[in-house]
């Protein structure tokens, strides 16, 4: 079993910058770790994804401006979102899964709860 939590959301004007976090516990070693979003209306979508030895995989929509990482060690995962658009707002959620950074929702086994990011105009 893995538990998942997110922290680090708020509201920040468009331009500026946050760093979600999310913290893992249990048994964590070689799972991947992913970020999606979910905005109103809409599907949850793909943000970025990280494997245990760092290797990163990032939506084309985001990159250059959202990176994640990850400190093995903490059991933690990042997401620093920077030159943030109104689009970007949403809910975002951690997820886990073992081997690779895959882009597909249904392949993540754990999910945290989610936290609210907005970004005004």
């Known amino acids: 079993q893995v538990q998942l939590v997110e922290s680090g959301g708020g509201t920040v004007q468009a331009g500026g910058s946050l760093r979600l976090s999310c913290a893992a516990s249990g048994r964590t070693f070689e799972y991947a770790m992913g970020w999606f979003r979910q905005a109103p209306g809409k599907e949850r979508e793909f943000v970025a994804a990280?494997?245990?030895?760092?290797?990163?995989n990032t939506a084309d929509s985001v990159k250059g401006r959202l990176t994640i990482s990850r400190d093995n060690a903490k059991n933690m995962v990042y997401l620093q979102m920077n030159s943030l658009k109104p689009e970007d707002t949403a809910v975002y959620y951690c997820?886990?899964?073992?081997?690779?950074?895959?882009?597909?929702?249904?392949?993540?086994?754990?999910w945290g709860q989610g936290t609210q990011v907005t970004v005004s105009s």
């Open positions: 997820a886990a899964t073992l081997g690779i950074a895959t882009m597909h929702r249904d392949r993540y086994n754990y």
């Open positions: 990280i494997t245990w030895s760092g290797y990163a």
